[in-house]
């Protein structure tokens, strides 16, 4: 049994020796499930804000404390910004269907430029508590480079080649 999505419509395969409530009973499980995995690769600005928040108590000790985090369409080169002065997190819409720890790293990153607005040691120390910042970065590095992106002159060593960074408020991660 499988299901996928063409177009507009949800095409759901089922063995045909399933009886006709087998097979509704198996479809709207698929498509619970389809809707489930789609709901958490496309979170909601109130489900980002909620992430946002449990990632900061748990690789920031609670210290960063944004006032929003919401979508932006208007990101084309940038995966987020953030403006430390009003604490507001904006995530650009191409993150969408991205892996959640993609999402999660991009997350942590503009919540610790609400604590540390540069790109110092010390910033890059609070990234780093984010177990899987090294495997983000080399992801987003992969997306970048397909899409022909300018790659990030200011990181340090190589670990976030694929980000241009700016020390220019509002803080912005681009891709």
């Avoid at 904006?90 to 999660?104: A, F, H, I, K, Q």
């Avoid at 899987?132 to 002159?153: F, I, M, N, Q, T």
Wanted: glycine residues 8%.
């Amino acid at each position: 049994m499988s299901a996928y999505r063409d177009g507009d419509k949800v095409v759901v395969m089922v063995p045909s020796r399933l009886s006709k409530a087998e097979e509704e009973q198996w479809i709207a499980t698929i498509l619970e499930r389809l809707e489930e995995r789609e709901r958490r690769r496309r979170p909601s600005d109130a489900d980002l804000e909620v992430r946002a928040r449990e990632l900061s108590r748990r690789y920031l000790d609670g210290r960063a404390d944004p006032a929003s985090v919401r979508w932006v369409a208007n990101q084309r080169t940038r995966w987020g910004s953030c403006t430390p002065d009003d604490g507001t997190i904006r995530l650009s819409t191409r993150l969408r269907g991205m892996p959640p720890w993609v999402v999660d790293y991009v997350l942590v990153h503009e919540l610790a430029h609400l604590l540390i607005p540069g790109h110092g040691a010390d910033f890059w120390e609070l990234v780093g508590n984010y177990p899987k910042a090294d495997r983000a970065r080399g992801y987003l590095e992969g997306v970048a480079a397909a899409a022909h992106l300018p790659l990030d002159a200011d990181a340090p060593d190589t670990a976030d080649a694929g980000l241009r960074h700016g020390d220019d408020l509002p803080h912005e991660v681009a891709g």
